[in-house]
């Protein structure tokens, strides 16, 4: 025997103490929904959620599904007419960040802005310039649970068929480059074009 330490090993952990249980999970279940019901009944007949874009999924894998953004740009309100403050007091969620890509998406957009638009009744503030068809027809508006303004179809994949000889000679890599050289460089060629066309005005003013 060599003159070792005697072992102590520490088995009284007092997990019990420590371990999370989930047995409240129905409970608050009950509790959420309660608090959607009463917030509902408090807000009515306002709509029970902001409304929101439709915007496609990120990656290649899941762009083709369309689903609920953050918020509308600044340019999508732009086109329907309404200014961020406004839009973020009657019931319209505003994101400074996000950027429209394609102007399928900003007219996709801005007719859900619009359809929002013609179902909205809108009160005044000053109780006196609230007129009696406006009351009635608040008083008989029904609110909307979800999105007030539903999300559009998801686009369906095509039938296949036959690939065609101009797309056998298309090439796409080459086009995206093109596109790409000629976007990267337009500010370039649009200065160049305007130097050219000024010294050919010059030119007919010493004539």
Same mark, same amino acid.
């Given at each position: 025997?060599?003159?070792?330490?005697?072992?102590?090993?520490?088995?009284?952990?007092?997990?019990?103490?420590?371990?999370?249980?989930?047995?409240?999970?129905?409970?608050?279940?009950?509790?959420?929904?309660?608090?959607?019901?009463?917030?509902?009944?408090?807000?009515?007949?306002?709509?029970?959620?902001?409304?929101?874009?439709?915007?496609?999924?990120?990656?290649?894998?899941?762009?083709?599904?369309?689903?609920?953004?953050?918020?509308?740009?600044?340019?999508?309100?732009?086109?329907?007419?309404?200014?961020?403050?406004?839009?973020?007091?009657?019931?319209?969620?505003?994101?400074?960040?996000?950027?429209?890509?394609?102007?399928?998406?900003?007219?996709?957009?801005?007719?859900?802005?619009?359809?929002?638009?013609?179902?909205?009744?809108?009160?005044?503030?000053? &109780?006196? /310039? *609230?007129? $009696? !068809? #406006? @009351? =009635?027809?608040?008083? %008989? +508006?029904?609110?909307?649970?979800?999105?007030?303004?539903?999300?559009?179809?998801?686009?369906?994949?095509?039938?296949?068929?036959?690939?065609?000889?101009?797309?056998?000679?298309?090439?796409?890599?080459?086009?995206?480059?093109?596109?790409?050289?000629?976007?990267?460089?337009?500010?370039? &060629?649009? /200065? *160049?074009? $305007? !130097? #050219? @066309? =000024?010294?050919?005005? %010059? +030119?007919?003013?010493?004539?």
């Amino acid at each position: 025997m060599q003159n070792k330490q005697l072992p102590n090993v520490h088995l009284r952990k007092e997990w019990d103490l420590r371990v999370r249980t989930w047995f409240n999970q129905p409970g608050r279940k009950l509790r959420r929904r309660r608090a959607r019901v009463a917030k509902a009944a408090q807000i009515a007949p306002r709509p029970t959620e902001l409304l929101r874009p439709a915007v496609h999924c990120p990656t290649a894998k899941y762009n083709r599904k369309v689903r609920v953004g953050r918020g509308f740009t600044l340019e999508e309100l732009k086109g329907a007419g309404l200014s961020a403050k406004y839009a973020a007091t009657i019931g319209i969620a505003v994101d400074y960040r996000r950027v429209n890509r394609s102007e399928e998406s900003l007219s996709l957009n801005v007719q859900r802005l619009k359809a929002y638009q013609s179902k909205l009744i809108v009160l005044p503030r000053n &109780a006196k /310039k *609230r007129s $009696a !068809e #406006v @009351l =009635e027809a608040y008083k %008989n +508006a029904a609110q909307s649970a979800g999105q007030a303004v539903p999300l559009p179809e998801a686009a369906k994949p095509e039938e296949p068929r036959a690939v065609t000889a101009e797309e056998k000679k298309a090439r796409a890599f080459v086009t995206l480059r093109q596109a790409q050289g000629a976007h990267k460089s337009h500010g370039v &060629a649009m /200065k *160049r074009k $305007a !130097e #050219v @066309l =000024e010294k050919k005005a %010059n +030119a007919v003013n010493k004539k």
